[in-house]
């Protein structure tokens, strides 16, 4: 199949099986994006998960550099693709929650008293394999450890569900690194 053939002309065939077998989203339904009433710091947390350093976008970012870097890995380069796609959606929900908010959802983050815009310096970017695989499983512990922080602190019924699933999503993120490091580190 084409699919499996690099644009050098090389095949990748022995991890082929890899993305099929895994599942880059958890199978229950994302809640209704709502809030149930106008918090300026629980806007101002969505968008330091929209675009701060540990953020759905340093996320994104990462994987479409690691998809484009393991171009001779297609197995790997397609797992790095189709969980940045997971990422976007959920970039989507909480800038929808941030909007709700009141805030004006760019990629930016509080400190202090003045924004700061997300910055692709946020990121680390290891290109050897056994790092590049632990930089992102480490990524996607910190996102639980922060979204189940926000959990905790968040007296919002509809946010607290929406993290939730979110976190689900992220702690298969960490299953599928997790195995990956098993396999090639
Ligand atoms: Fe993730």
Redesign the pocket.
Known sequence: MSSERNWNGEYDDSKKEETQKFIFKDTSPYPVVGVQEKNHLYGRMMLDNIGGSNSEMS?ISLYVYNTLLLENHIELSKIFHK?SI??MH?LEIFGKIARLMGENPRLWTQRGNRMVYWSPAYNQYPMEMELLLKNALI??EK?VQKYEEQCKVIKDDNIVACLKRIIK??EL?IEIFKELCRNYC
């Open positions: 996320a969980i997971v990422e959920h990524g996607e996102a999503d992220e993120h």
